[in-house]
């Protein structure tokens, strides 16, 4: 079974910067490929960034990217996104999600397991 728990979420000024992490259960990383979506209230969740299946290549959303980088730690098992010149309309609640072999990085379909996500609020 997967777990993955976010942390690193919260209040922050608009042009601000934020480190969140996700700290996954054992071997997720080398069964499932993973990613960060988001979820801003009366909105649909959305996709933020994404590893490729092996770990080589990163996408990112037009929204965040130059923004935005994910990263992992192999050997501690975790995730982050780095978050720098923050908007306010980056403020959602934050999720990090494994996804099993194909299907598309930047569709909420295609993963299987999700964290409980992290709120991130950016003022102006």
């Known amino acids: 079974q997967v777990r993955l728990v976010e942390s690193g979420g919260g209040l922050v000024q608009a042009g601000g910067s934020l480190r969140l992490s996700c700290a996954a259960s054992?071997?997720?990383?080398?069964?499932?490929?993973m990613g960060w979506f988001r979820q801003a209230p009366g909105k649909e969740r959305e996709f933020v960034a994404a590893?490729?299946?092996?770990?080589?290549?990163?996408y990112y959303a037009g929204s965040v990217k130059g923004r935005f980088t994910i990263s992992r730690d192999n050997a501690g098992n975790t995730l982050y996104l780095q978050m720098n010149s923050l908007k306010p309309e980056d403020t959602a609640v934050y999720y990090c999600?494994?996804?099993?072999?194909?299907?598309?990085?930047?569709?909420?379909?295609?993963?299987?397991?999700w964290g409980q996500g992290t709120q991130v609020t950016v003022s102006s």
């Open positions: 999600a494994a996804r099993s072999p194909g299907g598309s990085a930047t569709n909420t379909r295609s993963y299987n397991y």
């Open positions: 054992r071997r997720t990383f080398s069964s499932y490929a």
């Open positions: 590893f490729g299946w092996y770990g080589s290549s990163t």
